[in-house]
């Protein structure tokens, strides 16, 4: 079958490198790619904002299955014009990817559907907002309504830092996003990341991730996409994923279907676990990343029969997913700069020095010049380890990196500490 995938980062990479193991790929797509994307897939000039040429792209060259990474062009529609022309899509409709594309849509579902998650109001207007502060205590949690790449969220743990907080929102700092608010309760606990496939019908759990949002060791410093992960989640017990389904994801999903707008692709919930059993913080209509290139480390089934089966509402029948039960771990390699301006253009080497060490490096931020790769984004590099423990593949992971010639890069030093704390005999 031949297969395109849409997107360029890390989390694609990992996908491209899974689907290339599978004896049923025919031509393999990529569209923009990366160079590391390049060594699975030929890599296409397309814009996925420009259906009509994904769509003409995909009759020209007898795509059988489309596969979308990234969720902007699912909550712009994308995936409901494909399968309109009749094509199999990885990823939601435009309704459905409001689960990601709108908090204010997620939250109003929660409610309606006793889905354990932070109480909340939404606003439209600063004075409305205003009002509603005086509903929660501190810390507050103030998120703009919509796309803000990971950037929309605000914990005050002040009334100034609150007020400064809708200040920003309303007054477009983070464009059309910030035009309407969710205000929540904190909550409290560990975070952790839940994956599930679904047809919009049978729904199948698709592993457990935790991941570093903050820049720096010991997570400090400003928020990031992610600085590094690790799979499983010892702490999602069997019994905590078993509630997460029952309480958080099957509602949901069968909300979406009895509304007539059926979720079908990868769910991934953002928890908390708190005191009172998991709780949702938000979801991603997507895979994360670099979350996605823990999952593919350990997964052991074939990619394209799973995605083949979700976007053709054939899950009941497929197998269930098969993960190994080693852990990996990925570390980011960022470029200097990241998450404010990234320096780009920075050279990298010794790629082929850290796969001999034992580790796979998934490109993110890459790029060619003359013939040498460069650094071309904020995060450039995941480089992922898999070992009998969290901290085995942490150490396969950082061989990989000491390997690596970066020199305008950096990355944390701690990946998985919380997990690996856990792991030692007390
Ligand atoms: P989100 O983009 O909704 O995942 O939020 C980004 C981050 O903000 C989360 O990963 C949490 O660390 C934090 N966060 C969001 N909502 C809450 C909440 N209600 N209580 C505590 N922390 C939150
Ligand atoms: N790593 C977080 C995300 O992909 O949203």
């Known amino acids: 079958m031949n297969?395109?995938?849409?997107?360029?980062?890390?989390?694609?990479h990992a996908l491209a490198w899974k689907l290339a193991q599978s004896p049923r790929l025919g031509k393999f797509f990529a569209a923009p790619g990366n160079p590391g994307i390049a060594e699975h897939a030929a890599l296409v000039d397309l814009d996925a904002a420009d259906?009509?040429?994904?769509?003409?792209?995909?009759?020209?060259?007898?795509i059988g299955l489309v596969v979308i990474g990234p969720e902007a062009p699912l909550v712009d529609g994308l995936a409901d014009n494909l399968r309109t022309m009749g094509y199999a899509v990885f990823g939601p409709d435009k309704v459905p990817a409001q689960l990601e594309g709108s908090k204010g849509f997620t939250k109003d579902l929660c409610a309606r559907c006793s889905i354990p998650t932070a109480r909340y109001t939404r606003a439209s207007d600063r004075l409305a907002a205003e009002a509603a502060l005086g509903e929660f205590g501190l810390p507050v949690v103030i998120k703009a309504d919509g796309l803000a790449a990971g950037k929309g969220v605000v914990v005050a743990t002040t009334e100034e830092e609150?007020?400064?907080?809708?200040?920003?929102?309303?007054?477009?700092?983070?464009?059309?996003?910030g035009s309407a608010v969710v205000i929540e309760e904190f909550l409290e606990g560990e975070e952790a990341s839940f994956f599930a496939l679904t047809d919009g019908t049978t729904i199948v759990?698709?592993?457990?991730a935790q991941d570093h949002k903050r820049v720096g060791d010991g997570d400090t410093g400003p928020n990031t996409g992610g600085m590094g992960a690790y799979s499983p989640a010892a702490i999602v017990t069997p019994e905590i994923a078993a509630r997460v389904m029952a309480e958080i994801v099957e509602p949901t999903v069968r909300a979406l279907a009895e509304r007539g707008t059926p979720y079908s692709g990868v769910l991934y919930a953002g928890l908390m676990l708190t005191a009172e059993g998991p709780k949702l913080i938000e979801y991603n209509a997507r895979f994360g990343d670099p979350e996605c290139q823990v999952l593919m480390m350990r997964l052991e089934s074939d990619l394209l029969d799973l995605i083949e089966a979700v976007a053709r509402g054939r899950l009941a029948e497929a197998e269930a997913p098969r993960f190994s039960n080693e852990a990996a771990v990925t570390v980011v390699m960022a470029?200097?700069?990241?998450?404010?301006?990234?320096?780009?253009?920075?050279?990298?080497?010794?790629?082929?020095?850290?796969e001999a060490a034992g580790a796979k490096v998934f490109q993110a931020g890459t790029a060619l010049r003359e013939g040498a790769l460069v650094a071309a984004g904020g995060r450039v590099l995941t480089v992922t380890g898999r070992g009998a423990s969290v901290a085995e593949a942490r150490d396969k992971a950082y061989a990989g990196v000491a390997a690596i010639d970066f020199p305008t890069g950096f990355s944390r030093s701690d990946i998985g500490w919380r997990e690996i704390g856990r792991a030692l005999p007390s």
């Open 205 to 208: 759990p698709f592993g457990t």
């Open 335 to 354: 470029a200097k700069g990241y998450p404010g301006t990234p320096e780009a253009g920075g050279t990298i080497g010794g790629l082929d020095r850290a």
């Open 162 to 177: 609150a007020q400064a907080a809708l200040e920003t929102m309303f007054d477009g700092g983070f464009g059309s996003a």
């Open 51 to 62: 259906h009509r040429a994904v769509v003409d792209f995909c009759r020209k060259n007898g």
């Open 3 to 12: 297969v395109l995938l849409l997107g360029s980062g890390g989390r694609e």
